[in-house]
């Protein structure tokens, strides 16, 4: 497979009620990283396979909702294509410190999706 699932997000408006639930639920590892004053995320650490993260949902009152991410070669290309193709970009390309650079879309039957390149690929 070309573009695997990388990483699975959560955004919810609880991220303390999430972690609390998923840790004695399926017993993830979890630590928070202050990515910008005011900005805490929480890797997921599952063990094997897939991780992820949580955060608190950027805008008010939106619905709580695990994202997947997909690896890409370049995010930028990826991105543009799948606005070409009907998507409609909702994060568009973003630096992550380090780490990599993002982007996320909602595809034409309105599922969002992230694509994840990471630094130095």
Same mark, same amino acid.
């Given at each position: 497979?070309?573009?695997?699932?990388?990483?699975?997000?959560?955004?919810?408006?609880?991220?303390?009620?999430? /972690?609390?639930?998923?840790?004695?639920?399926?017993?993830?590892?979890?630590?928070?990283?202050? *990515?910008?004053?005011?900005?805490?995320?929480?890797?997921?650490?599952?063990?094997?396979?897939?991780?992820?993260?949580? *955060? /608190?949902?950027?805008?008010?009152?939106?619905?709580?909702?695990?994202?997947?991410?997909?690896?890409? $070669?370049?995010?930028?290309?990826?991105?543009? /294509?799948? /606005?070409?193709?009907?998507?409609?970009?909702?994060? $568009?390309?973003?630096?992550?410190? $380090?780490?990599?650079?993002?982007?996320?879309?909602? $595809?034409?039957?309105?599922? *969002?999706?992230?694509?994840?390149?990471?630094?130095?690929?």
């Amino acid at each position: 497979m070309g573009n695997p699932f990388v990483h699975v997000e959560l955004s919810t408006g609880d991220v303390d009620a999430a /972690k609390a639930f998923y840790k004695a639920l399926l017993s993830w590892e979890l630590s928070d990283r202050e *990515m910008a004053p005011g900005f805490t995320y929480t890797l997921v650490d599952v063990g094997e396979g897939t991780g992820g993260g949580m *955060m /608190k949902t950027p805008a008010e009152g939106a619905p709580a909702a695990w994202t997947p991410y997909v690896l890409v $070669d370049d995010v930028v290309a990826t991105t543009a /294509k799948a /606005k070409e193709l009907g998507a409609q970009v909702c994060v $568009d390309v973003t630096p992550v410190g $380090d780490m990599g650079t993002m982007a996320m879309i909602k $595809d034409p039957t309105g599922a *969002m999706i992230g694509f994840w390149q990471p630094k130095g690929k």
